[in-house]
């Protein structure tokens, strides 16, 4: 049987879960429609991350979420009856803020995000809206992220300006628009795409799918398997994400060498799941479950 049928019994899922499992040490887990939807946890997430903690297996969430910092997630997540501590939490922007804090330490930056998620940039020397506007401004980098607001045109043009002067493009995310309770909102793909239309040159983007953000996810394991200390004593096959989107987290983690697992408990179903698996270069999951629940079961021996 292969991972792509979908056994009818709980019995047979599970023994089929257990096999696909085989060698995964530990996971990435996707937030929305993993552990929460619409604001509400998931039935038996609550329990699934307690058995992950008292049976020691390492896992990190793995989210695109990027207009607020990990603790604030973490204080949402909380509320939401899902205890979770920051550090367990890996984002687009944590994924960001890592990237740059490695390659230019000190150097300035121009990160254009909302004022909570700036807050992973602390320590770094981040230039302001007026000071990125000045003719002789230089960075290092232009970090692109869920601006709203202060996406103005001044600061696109500021942000245009530096990467014409050779700072490096790193960019959050690409997505186009997302729901909002207002209705549909532009997403910073916009923005970000706009810069790269304009400088001819390619953002490095730090969220799902990209080799980037599930490289983090693996180093973040890692530390937390490790007592804080990088260790590379678990190696991306031997991680797998779970999430309920297959190309964001199915697909791009298997391209980045991780186990692909794929939860029906979130926005993907049977649709997607023949699409995925026939495109061209498409590969089906690894291993396809009802929930977390069941994913947390299958690694219990
Ligand atoms: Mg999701």
Same mark, same amino acid.
């Given at each position: 049987?292969?991972?792509?049928?979908?056994?009818?019994?709980?019995?047979?899922?599970?023994?089929?879960?257990?096999?696909?499992?085989?060698?995964?040490?530990?996971?990435?887990?996707?937030?929305?429609?993993?552990?929460?939807?619409?604001?509400?946890?998931?039935?038996?997430?609550?329990?699934?991350?307690?058995?992950?903690?008292?049976?020691?297996?390492?896992?990190?969430?793995?989210?695109?979420?990027?207009?607020?910092?990990?603790?604030?997630?973490?204080?949402?997540? $909380?509320?939401?009856? +899902?205890?979770?501590? @920051?550090?367990?939490?890996?984002?687009?922007? #944590?994924?960001? !803020? /890592?990237? *740059?804090?490695?390659?230019?330490?000190?150097?300035?930056?121009?990160?254009?995000?909302?004022?909570?998620?700036?807050?992973?940039?602390?320590?770094?020397?981040?230039?302001?809206?007026?000071?990125?506007?000045?003719?002789?401004?230089?960075?290092?980098?232009?970090?692109?992220?869920?601006?709203?607001?202060?996406?103005?045109?001044?600061?696109?043009?500021?942000?245009?300006?530096?990467?014409?002067?050779?700072?490096?493009?790193?960019?959050?995310?690409?997505?186009?628009?997302?729901?909002?309770?207002?209705?549909?909102?532009?997403?910073?793909?916009?923005?970000?795409?706009?810069?790269?239309?304009?400088?001819?040159?390619?953002?490095?983007?730090?969220?799902?799918?990209?080799?980037?953000?599930?490289?983090? $996810?693996?180093?973040? +394991?890692?530390?937390? @398997?490790?007592?804080?200390?990088?260790?590379? #004593?678990?190696? !991306? /096959?031997? *991680?797998?994400?779970?999430?309920?989107?297959?190309?964001?987290?199915?697909?791009?983690?298997?391209?980045?060498?991780?186990?692909?697992?794929?939860?029906?408990?979130?926005?993907?179903?049977?649709?997607?799941?023949?699409?995925?698996?026939?495109?061209?270069?498409?590969?089906?999951?690894?291993?396809?479950?009802?929930?977390?629940?069941?994913?947390?079961?299958?690694?219990?021996?």
């Amino acid at each position: 049987m292969s991972a792509s049928d979908h056994p009818a019994k709980p019995a047979e899922i599970l023994a089929q879960l257990q096999i696909d499992m085989v060698g995964v040490r530990a996971l990435l887990l996707d937030m929305d429609g993993v552990l929460v939807l619409k604001n509400a946890p998931i039935p038996g997430a609550a329990e699934a991350l307690a058995a992950l903690d008292a049976r020691d297996i390492p896992y990190a969430i793995g989210t695109n979420t990027s207009l607020v910092s990990r603790t604030t997630l973490a204080r949402e997540l $909380g509320r939401a009856g +899902l205890p979770v501590e @920051a550090d367990r939490i890996v984002s687009a922007v #944590s994924v960001a !803020a /890592a990237y *740059v804090r490695r390659r230019f330490a000190q150097a300035p930056l121009y990160v254009l995000a909302a004022p909570d998620a700036l807050t992973e940039f602390h320590g770094l020397t981040l230039l302001s809206h007026d000071e990125a506007a000045e003719r002789e401004a230089r960075v290092a980098a232009v970090v692109v992220g869920d601006a709203a607001e202060e996406f103005t045109p001044r600061n696109m043009q500021s942000a245009f300006a530096l990467l014409r002067n050779g700072a490096r493009f790193v960019a959050m995310h690409k997505n186009r628009w997302w729901l909002t309770p207002a209705g549909v909102m532009l997403d910073a793909g916009a923005y970000v795409v706009g810069l790269e239309y304009v400088t001819q040159r390619r953002a490095l983007v730090t969220g799902k799918p990209s080799r980037a953000f599930f490289a983090e $996810g693996v180093t973040q +394991l890692d530390r937390l @398997a490790s007592g804080g200390r990088e260790t590379h #004593s678990i190696s !991306a /096959a031997e *991680v797998a994400m779970v999430g309920d989107d297959l190309w964001n987290d199915v697909r791009g983690a298997q391209k980045a060498g991780l186990r692909g697992v794929f939860v029906r408990s979130g926005k993907h179903g049977e649709a997607e799941l023949a699409r995925v698996s026939s495109e061209r270069g498409g590969r089906a999951p690894d291993a396809i479950a009802p929930s977390l629940v069941e994913v947390v079961a299958a690694m219990e021996r």
